[in-house]
């Protein structure tokens, strides 16, 4: 585009034209009309300057940028939680960012409205992936796989009020360990709750709790209090609340919005106040309501089953039968479990509520959904919540002023004398090619002091030191930075040196 002060007198010079070619036929709007077109021109181009003035750097809602040492801390939670997928045999997964709106819509329940969809661009309505569990499930209908054990790290995307505070993000990361297939009830079950277990004791959060229910048995409850079939869903999705709101606060939602009588909104109190372990189990099976109901009675069969594997595994203490959980999703339909910390008295005053950290459940009919002919492949699998994790990491870093390292350089290379920069390149190659973690400050003649302060800074344990002495007598300098020892190496026996030194650390 043309500059302003160009078209500026282009519109001027057009107009000194008419004029002297017929100054009477150029009446006064004609002058008005190119004195606002300059007027025009002129705002323009202050536009983009005013508006670049207003313009305020940040992240979008609901999002953050992660700092060095954040990804740190992040990847030794993200290391730990793999590291237990692993060990129990999962094979490692990964889908698309997003997935054709169609496959996401109707597996969310009441959370539909919480995806995130696309501009149509490609003649395809896509929705960004709300989870990791219904793609999942899309991938082995697709593939038309009966059997597997896998697990995916992936970020996810809901379309909610984020409360950061909390670690509760628009954006943000899951760790999923899924078991597909056909087997004897309750075993995979086991596995993914032992899983729980392992991955809460392992990061050393604190004492926690692992909630479990069926939904089952909440079905059961619903309709021997006498809650419509057609609404067990949305009561379902209030009752879910119960970590978040009193029993008052949803029991008013169930009756003033979801139309449940008072009657059977107060019927479901008396049961969702109830928790406890095997004895709880036995005592609804000798409820007489809920006793009378085939899929609780179900339901209350895998739960007893469950705890004697459980106890196998030695967690059954870790676990409590709690018939308030009802995990709001649609797609589940036997057992689900929710994970949540115990708070001390210092950890209620320094804010540490995050609410869940990790859930799950089975959900036999997902990818039923998916497959033309309605083939099931029953699933059960659990989430890790990193982001309430890693927050609560953080806040504890933060609260006992823990430094940390944000590099793993294991070893720079210093001169404490000009022009040795070609000496140094030479044996940080040499460094390097032995698969040593090296670094050098990019400057031709840099200050001793100023190396040694800048390994202390980072955190790196070793310094090779050369200079003319050091070239004279074919040695080199090795110098720990935490005790400021300094000892004399032949040059060809650097590495080897480093390396041991390396492996006793």
């Known amino acids: 585009m043309p500059p302003f002060g160009f078209l500026h007198m282009r519109a001027w010079a057009s107009l000194f034209g008419q004029l002297l070619r017929s100054p009477r036929a150029v009446c006064i709007r004609e002058v008005h009309f190119h004195s606002q077109f300059a007027e025009a021109m002129l705002t323009s181009q202050l536009k983009p300057q005013q508006e670049k003035s207003n313009f305020i750097i940040k992240t979008p809602k609901g999002t953050r940028d992660l700092s060095p040492q954040q990804m740190v801390v992040r990847e030794k939670i993200l290391d730990m939680v793999v590291g237990c997928f692993k060990r ?8 698309p960012a997003f997935e054709l709106k169609e496959m996401l819509t109707e597996k969310y329940g009441e959370d539909s409205g919480l995806i995130y969809d696309l501009k149509d661009q490609g003649g395809e309505l896509l929705s960004l992936r709300y989870d990791l569990t219904v793609p999942f499930a899309r991938y082995l209908a697709m593939n038309k796989v009966k059997k597997m054990k896998r697990y995916h790290v992936g970020k996810v995307w809901r379309r909610e009020s984020p409360t950061i505070v909390q670690g509760r993000y628009r954006e943000f990361c899951q760790c999923d360990f899924d078991i597909a297939g056909q087997f004897d009830p309750m075993i995979p079950d ?7 277990c392992e991955i809460l004791s392992g990061l ?3 004492d926690f709790i692992i909630k479990v229910n069926d939904r089952r048995i909440l079905d059961g409850m619903f309709a021997v209090c006498g809650v419509p079939e057609s609404k067990f869903h949305a009561i379902c999705s209030s009752i879910d609340k119960l970590d978040k ?32 372990g095997v004895s709880l189990i036995e005592q609804m099976f000798q409820d007489p309501r809920l006793s009378q109901n085939k899929q609780a009675l179900d339901g209350l069969g895998d739960l007893k089953l469950l705890f004697e594997y459980l106890t196998l595994f030695g967690i059954a203490e870790k676990i409590s039968f709690d018939l308030s959980l009802a995990r709001g999703l649609d797609y589940y339909t036997g057992v689900i479990y929710e994970a949540v910390l115990l708070q001390t008295p210092t950890q209620a005053q320094e804010s540490f509520n995050v609410g869940s950290v990790a859930a799950g459940g089975r959900y036999d009919k997902l990818v039923g959904m998916f497959d033309p002919k309605g083939h099931k492949v029953p699933c059960v699998g659990l989430s890790i919540g990193v982001e309430r994790i890693f927050s609560i990491v953080e806040q504890r870093m933060k609260t006992f002023g823990q430094k940390i390292r944000t590099t793993e350089t294991q070893v720079f290379v210093a001169t404490p004398q000009k022009n040795f920069l070609h000496e140094r390149l030479k044996l940080i190659a040499e460094l390097w090619d032995a698969g040593i973690k090296a670094e050098l400050l990019y400057k031709n003649n840099p200050k001793l002091l100023t190396q040694l302060h800048y390994c202390e800074d980072m955190g790196i344990p070793l310094v090779v030191i050369i200079g003319e002495q050091e070239m004279k007598e074919g040695i080199i300098k090795l110098r720990s930075v935490a005790s400021r020892e300094e000892v004399a190496i032949k040059r060809e026996n650097l590495v080897a040196e480093i390396q041991k030194r390396l492996s006793e650390s």
């Not at 999962?90 to 889908?95: F, N, P, S, V, Y």
């Not at 709101?245 to 109190?269: C, F, N, Q, T, Y």
Request: charged share 30%; aromatic share 4%.
């Open 190 to 196: 086991a596995e993914c709750l032992k899983i729980m």
């Open 245 to 276: 709101i009193s029993w008052k606060d949803v029991r008013h939602e169930m009756v003033a919005k979801k139309g449940l009588a008072p009657e059977v909104a107060d019927r479901i109190g008396d049961y969702v106040q109830c928790h406890g």
């Open 88 to 95: 129990h045999g999962a094979k490692r997964l990964d889908t």
């Open 204 to 206: 050393q959060l604190g």
